[in-house]
């Protein structure tokens, strides 16, 4: 279960950089108490994995993180391709 939350950690951080990142460029829209929150929890993992446990990934690395995120859910009880965060 703690490898489940690891890979959950790293894919839910890639996907808020992504979104701050559209926010950024004027994309979309969030309450600043919402964005404080997520940049709350960003600094929260980068002090858990270090900065250089959060990517950047490229394809492949990104595609194996997402796998054994998908196939930790599974033995897990999930369905497979469970990939929520």
């Known amino acids: 279960m703690d490898a489940e939350q690891e890979f959950f950690d790293r894919v839910w951080y890639d996907r808020k950089l992504s979104h701050i990142g559209r926010l950024n460029d004027g994309g979309g829209d969030v309450s600043e108490e919402l964005l404080i929150e997520m940049r709350r ?16 990934y490229d394809a ?26």
Do not use: C, H
């Open 60 to 85: 492949f690395e990104w595609g194996m993180i997402n796998g054994k995120l998908s196939a930790l859910r599974w033995v897990l009880g999930d369905e497979w391709d469970m990939l929520d965060t």
């Open 41 to 56: 929890e960003m600094e929260t993992m980068v002090k858990n994995y270090g900065p250089e446990g959060l990517g950047p």
